[in-house]
């Protein structure tokens, strides 16, 4: 066991806890999931596909930019933690 | 083993209280639905409605600390593995690290267990601090990555 497989398993889970944030924020609030159903289920099919590839893809590079400042094996404080994690949202989000 | 879902998404996002920066971007994550806008801009703006809420934030943060302890598991396991070259041996002994007690025999249970069981015991050592919508979010994403990464 080493650095790689923490590296493995923070990726893999990062990817599911983003994947599973985005999918609840569109097919469990109540505002927004009723616009959500009323689109085409391929269409909703595209857009979880997406998530999914968007998660994977933000998982990388968080994990990326905390290796990069070696915080897998020094841990990070929260606060330090939050500035990456909001570099990652800012970095594949829409609001640059 | 299968994903559940984060539960009720305004729920949890609005646990910290509602804020008009989470209106804001549900509205304009419903404009982009409705203009037909690309997959990937409609994602990208469900993105910024984590980045406009604290309690994803600090899932964020706490995913690290889980997945620290999902290391320490794994490393466990591994150690058995090598001994033993038995999967269900490996998932035991990592099993008995997190809740001292024998938590069943198969891989799979072992595994579900742990994480049922053991959840108050992890959250303890990784000095978290989570709600139960938070805690749904990180509890299954940590049994479907020890089901990946244990031994099989």
Known sequence: MNEETLEKIMTANYSRVFKDMLLAAFKSDPKLTPSYLSEPIQRQRKIESEIEKQSNEMAKFLVGRLKEKRYLTKEPSDKELKVLIRETLHKFGVSK | ?152
């Open chain 2, 1 to 152: 083993m299968g994903s559940r879902r984060g539960g009720d998404f305004s729920k949890f996002a609005a646990s910290a209280g509602p804020s008009r920066a989470t209106t804001a971007k549900i509205r304009e994550i419903q404009t982009a639905l409705k203009e037909n806008k690309a997959a990937r801009i409609v994602v990208a703006t469900g993105i910024d409605l984590l980045a406009a809420s604290s309690p994803p934030i600090a899932t964020l943060v706490a995913t690290y600390r889980v997945s620290k302890a999902a290391y320490d598991i794994a490393n466990e396991a591994n150690k058995a593995y090598q001994k033993t070259g038995d999967p269900n041996a490996a998932a035991v002994a990592a099993g008995k690290q997190v809740v001292k007690m024998a938590i069943g025999e198969a891989r799979g249970e072992v595994i579900n267990n742990m994480v049922d069981i053991g959840w108050t015991t992890i959250k303890t050592s990784a000095g978290l601090s989570t709600d139960d919508a938070q805690d749904r979010i990180l509890t299954t994403a940590l049994r479907n990555t020890l089901d990946e990464v244990l031994p099989q």
